[in-house]
């Protein structure tokens, strides 16, 4: 997925759903996407199991929104967060949403607010089932963003990783699954000769993997993922006065 800064977003956390550690790394992570223009949290703030959040609210500049449980069993948080994420969508005033959640309940609002031509972007843990993944453009796990704000902990305390990796350990392994989808999507995209531009390449992969994400494997950028692989090439080319250098890739 491109990075859009400039994209309105609404943020709709699900504070039954998520847990509150590392928001400050959330909304670093949503800042490359583009600027949060609505910050609304759902919860009944009357249970003691949210009360963790509370101080992240003010922190944050997050609306807390007051959502009753009206029956034991039913998660009244969800409809609220549904029927204001429609009531936003229709004041044409965000140009995409953030569904901050780890419940595949609201895979069917990822769909219709992709059929209105909203950028959706899912936060969750690694537990979210795929139906809702699948649903959004991009879904980022804040296992992810745990890992990062580690990885930070251990570069004040100069424990570097190098070659592009992570310092925590990997959210899933390399397999010979995402060796084809490399190899598939490099064929999609390959001129005459084999290659493929990167930036090409990490998109077409975002869209048929949503949840695709080089940090997954422990890498920072996708570059340094594909050199590990050592199943392709690697062609910088200079373009332009500045030098700057387009990475192209193809098959061994």
Excluded at 33 to 58: C, E, H, N, Q
Aim: with cysteine; net charge neutral; glycine share 6%.
């Amino acid at each position: 997925m491109e990075t859009h800064n400039d994209l309105r977003l609404a943020v709709l956390i699900d504070a039954d759903n998520v847990p509150y550690a590392n928001v400050k790394e959330m909304f670093e992570e949503i800042a490359k996407y583009g600027t949060p223009t609505f910050k609304r949290i759902y919860a009944d703030w009357t249970k003691p199991t949210v009360s963790g959040w509370k101080k992240v609210l003010l922190e944050n500049a997050i609306t807390p929104i007051q959502q009753y449980s009206y029956t034991t069993g039913k998660n009244a948080t969800d409809s609220a967060l549904i029927i204001d994420a429609m009531d936003i969508l229709y004041t044409g005033k965000v140009d995409g949403f953030c569904i901050v959640s780890s419940d595949s309940d609201f895979t069917r609002l990822a769909t219709r607010l992709r059929e209105a031509g909203m950028k959706v972007i899912g936060i969750g843990e690694k537990k979210t089932l795929n139906p809702f993944i699948t649903a959004c453009d991009k879904f980022i796990y804040i296992e992810i963003l745990k890992g990062e704000a580690e990885d930070s902990s251990e570069k004040r305390h100069h424990k570097t990783p190098a070659d592009g990796a992570t310092a925590h350990s990997p959210l899933h392994k390399i397999d010979p699954q995402l060796i084809k989808l490399i190899s598939l999507s490099i064929d999609d995209l390959a001129d005459e000769e084999g290659w493929a531009y990167l930036g090409d390449l990490g998109n077409l992969l975002l869209k048929k993997k949503p949840d695709f994400d080089p940090r997954n494997y422990g890498f920072l950028k996708m570059l340094p993922l594909i050199k590990s692989l050592r199943k392709f090439e690697i062609d910088e080319r200079e373009a332009g006065k500045r030098n700057i250098k387009h990475i192209y890739v193809r098959k061994k």
